[in-house]
């Protein structure tokens, strides 16, 4: 498939194009057009093409609300994509922007929370239902009855001394986690690693990129999510390191913006070690399946081998995850 090809659709012409390496589920290119600067994306197939519905949704919404978002290109049909060789394509704004792979200091945490919470203030008057495309991101017993499943079904396996030694270390901790009260739930992002808010040179947080996990899901597992990613100084595959001093500062700056938000601080730790813990279930369940996450042949013996250590890493990172005083 030739993009200048797909980039027709848009009219845009005379143009060159430059893959951003940056994420990893969809392909992206950055489009340097007479027109004007975009960037390209060709969606994974593991997004329907009806999740545009969503996106444009919940982009209507924010922009009533002045608040900033980079919205699709329609296609010269009016479409909010095209399909070309059974491949899903579609066109944003580029945004001269920052944009960091780990939060490198807690100005940088305390701005991008403070444009979360902003969204999250605002997703709360959202009237719309969204279509539901996929099975929910989090959902942490299924992701630990699927590890059960996996301890059972492959007894044989090269590593299951290994990996069950580490599943009845999260089976333990897991026992350990007391949520109180009903889980609230919101209109969520769901994928808020640091990578996806961009920042501008002085580190303000301008916007949010990559909507196609939006989805109804409990305020606790979003922004556990995103401090288990954001917390975390350390590289996946590497010993973790929780940076506690991050922690604080990303809840100040989400308090400060939206003072009387109603949820459940005292229980974000427990979110936190939580959702690390789910990770945890799912790099061990694929250290014995060796069917899902990518891994890197250079530097591991085998698929497992790499699955292993990251679910080893993550285990490592929850018993970090303390309530601050």
């Known amino acids: 498939m030739k993009i200048a090809h797909v980039l027709s659709h848009w009219g845009l012409t005379e143009s060159v194009i430059q893959p951003i390496e940056q994420g990893l589920i969809n392909s992206t290119w950055r489009i340097d057009a007479a027109e004007g600067v975009y960037v390209l994306q060709r969606l994974n197939p593991i997004f329907p093409p009806a999740i545009h519905e969503n996106i444009m949704a919940v982009h ?12 699709l290109i329609q296609t010269r049909t009016g479409n909010s994509h095209v399909i070309e060789d059974r491949e899903c394509f579609r066109l944003w704004p580029y945004y001269e922007s920052v944009c960091y792979d780990k939060v490198p200091n807690e100005q940088v945490a305390y701005n991008g929370a403070q444009l979360v919470a902003r969204f ?61 009260g009903e889980l609230q739930e919101i209109v969520a992002h769901g994928d808020l690693k640091i990578s996806n808010i961009l920042f501008d040179k002085h580190d303000r947080a301008l916007t949010l990129i990559d909507w196609d996990t939006l989805a109804v899901m409990p305020w606790l597992y979003e922004m556990g999510d995103a401090m288990r990613s954001w917390c975390n100084v350390a590289h996946e595959d590497d010993m973790p390191q929780f940076s506690q001093s991050i922690f604080t500062a990303a809840m100040a700056g989400y308090q400060n913006a939206w003072p009387d938000n109603p949820w459940p601080w005292h229980q974000l730790h427990m979110g936190t070690r939580l959702i690390t813990l789910e990770l945890a279930s799912r790099f061990l369940r694929d250290a014995l399946c060796e069917d899902y996450f990518s891994w890197d042949a250079s530097r591991f013996s085998g698929h497992g081998e790499h699955s292993l250590k990251r679910g080893q890493s993550m285990l490592a990172l929850a018993t970090q995850i303390v309530r601050p005083t």
């Open 60 to 71: 209507r919404h924010l922009l009533r609300h002045d608040f900033e978002v980079a919205p």
């Open 120 to 180: 999250h203030q605002h997703m709360l008057s959202f009237k719309g239902k969204l279509k539901v495309l996929r099975e929910p991101t989090h959902v942490p017993s299924r992701h630990v009855e699927a590890l059960r499943s996996a301890l059972i079904s492959h007894k044989e396996h090269r590593l299951i001394d290994d990996v069950r030694t580490a599943g009845e270390s999260v089976f333990a901790q897991l026992a350990s986690i007391d949520i109180e």
